[in-house]
């Protein structure tokens, strides 16, 4: 095993969870999954730490806004009321508005399946990353960070690894190829792969620890 496998290895075991996993989310491809990992993607694309991200949409699903009907009939203030019980309260009002029309969006463009948005996509992955930021509140990096977690259900975007995670294995000294860090990743899969390196990214102490173990 060269050096490049045995940074992996120790990369996988330290950060090698998805951000739907830590959410409780039991990633399907089925729309109730796919929409939760949708929201988990705009509160975690804000500037706030992801743990508190994660917080606010185990919050939301326990008050049962968890589809977009559910959540365009909600009502502001109960959206903004979750969140805050996550935590989530700096952007609380702001995002409370943006998860109400993003829903509704969903609704009455893709009947709240994001798996039409991804059959209007074709497999153009551009594509599918700009009909996603249509929906209010995910730009670049929320896109990013939802394919990121649903390449895991959607191989034909795999193997997604964005510009954040890309970092993670620069801070790592890996190669900043896709194809490569898939090869060096054995049998993992590609969206554990990509979790792991974005918290290499974010977090410069697991990162050297990594180092250290390799």
Known sequence: MDRDERVVRALLAAGGRTYADEAGIRLRDTPQ???????????????????????????????????????????????????????????DERTATQLGEGAELLTDRWGGDLRRLHEEAGDDVGELKHLLQEQ???????????????QRVWPDVAPYLDRKALSGAARLGLPEDPDRLTGLAGNAEPAVLAAALVRAALDRHMAEECLRRE
């Open 136 to 150: 209010p509140g995910i730009g670049p990096a929320g896109a990013d960070i939802f394919l990121r977690e649903a």
């Open 33 to 91: 999954p796919l929409y939760r990992l949708l929201v988990l993607s705009l509160l975690l694309s804000a500037r706030i730490r992801a743990s508190v991200a994660v917080a606010a949409a185990r919050a939301l699903h326990d008050d049962r806004l968890n589809s977009p009907r559910r959540m365009a009939g909600a009502g502001w203030q109960r959206r903004v009321d979750a969140l805050g019980r996550g935590g989530y309260r700096r952007y």
